[in-house]
């Protein structure tokens, strides 16, 4: 996750992540993923139900209930064992978290055992009501995805009247007083959707959205060939730059992040050096703190059936199951899984040109995932790093 507003605006220093000697349980939100013991931030894939027909779902996603989800007592357990290890953030997500009955007492439980709940929504499901209540049991963030304007999105959803639906949800959080984000997913297809999704932030006053570069993972590995290129991806990464720096500017600030292609940290900071080297040297600290890629470390994903991933792309490789191990046991225990362990540590292990580049501290070896998708060795270089050679060099 790479901050654009915060190191391109220059609204995050060094010295905001030091203020709290970067220990998780004292920074803000905001400033977590500068942490130094990176506990980690939990995905929840709470249901594997959805109310719509993404084509690149990366949960491969159904209308049915599925017989093996976690109960909501052993849903309460597992939040127990999170809590106790200190994990910042619980991210509920799906499918459709809102398809789940228990949804707000779990989050609300979530929050009151002091960890920061927050939903993956496709928005649809958001009346007044729901709205409400999310408000009323403390929920942080709402995330509502959304690939493009009306017909795009909707192709994207497989369901026509998504996109309305989806918008109607994100007003309704924003008068119940709820911090409301954008979520949209790269690809050659919604590409030049992305100055309308900016134009969207300003007219209704969304404060947040962040970018994701597409990741290879359940029916998501079908759109390999529809990614963009990697020249595309340099000069959509230079127009969310340009769009942030606009709308800070002007007075209009907007959280813009991007998300799952940790080559965008170099490529902020490559472009700083051009404009503001000495602003360009603060971000390069900034970008050592946080670490790059985090999956299996700063980052882990819980299944509806309480399988545990090392995020939520890694569904085809489990270290084990909450049923049977607590998750806080599970994720440190590195001699019982011979990948978990590596991932923990994975700059030894990355290949090619991963192995070789600068820039390896600041990205963590970038997406182990998508080499494996088009590979099928998961420690050859990522296909997505856009870099050039003699960038890395």
């Not at 309305?164 to 924003?174: Q, R, V």
Request: aromatic letters at 8%; hydrophobic letters at 35%.
């Amino acid at each position: 996750m790479i901050g654009i507003s915060k190191l391109y605006c220059k609204t995050v220093e060094p010295s905001d992540a030091l203020r709290y000697s970067r220990k998780s349980e004292q920074m803000p939100s905001h400033l977590l993923q500068f942490s130094e013991d990176k506990r980690p931030v939990v995905v929840w894939n709470i249901t594997r139900r959805c109310n719509l027909k993404c084509i690149h779902c990366y949960a491969h996603a159904k209308a049915g209930k599925q017989e093996n989800e976690l109960s909501t007592k052993e849903g309460r357990s597992l939040i127990d064992d999170l809590a106790g290890m200190g994990v910042p953030v619980l991210l509920f997500s799906g499918g459709e978290p809102l398809m789940r009955e228990d949804l707000a007492e779990l989050a609300e439980y979530t929050v009151k055992k002091g960890i920061r709940a927050v939903i993956s929504t496709n928005g649809t499901l958001i009346d007044h009501k729901t709205a409400k209540i999310l408000k009323d049991i403390g929920l942080s963030y709402v995330g509502i995805s959304l690939d493009g304007t009306r017909q795009v999105n909707d192709r994207f959803r497989g369901v026509d009247g998504a996109f309305d639906m989806a918008m109607k949800g994100i007003e309704n959080c924003s008068a119940a007083g709820i911090k409301v984000g954008l979520r949209f997913t790269i690809n050659r297809f919604n590409a030049d959707e992305i100055p309308s999704l900016f134009d969207l932030l300003e007219e209704k006053q969304i404060p947040r959205i962040c970018f994701y570069h597409l990741v290879y993972a359940g029916r998501g590995s079908s759109l390999v060939n529809d990614d963009v290129s990697h020249k595309e991806t340099r000069r959509i990464v230079d127009l969310i730059m340009e769009r942030t720096r606009d709308l800070h500017d002007r007075g209009k600030p907007k959280e813009v992040l991007t998300v799952d292609n940790h080559a965008d940290g170099p490529y902020v900071y490559l472009r700083l050096m051009r404009e503001d080297p000495q602003r360009a040297e603060e971000v390069l600290e900034l970008l050592k703190m946080n670490g790059g890629n985090n999956s299996g470390r700063g980052i882990g994903c819980v299944s509806w059936d309480g399988e545990v991933h090392a995020d939520q792309f890694w569904r085809h490789y489990s270290f084990g199951n909450v049923r049977s191990r607590p998750f806080s046991e599970i994720w440190t225990d590195t001699s019982a899984d011979p990948l978990l362990a590596k991932l923990k540590d994975k700059k030894k292990y990355v290949k090619g040109r991963c192995a070789k580049c600068r820039w390896l501290d600041v990205c963590g070896g970038n997406f182990r995932v998508r080499a494996e998708a088009v590979t099928g060795d998961l420690w050859a270089p990522d296909p997505a790093c856009y870099l050039t050679d003699e960038e890395i060099s």
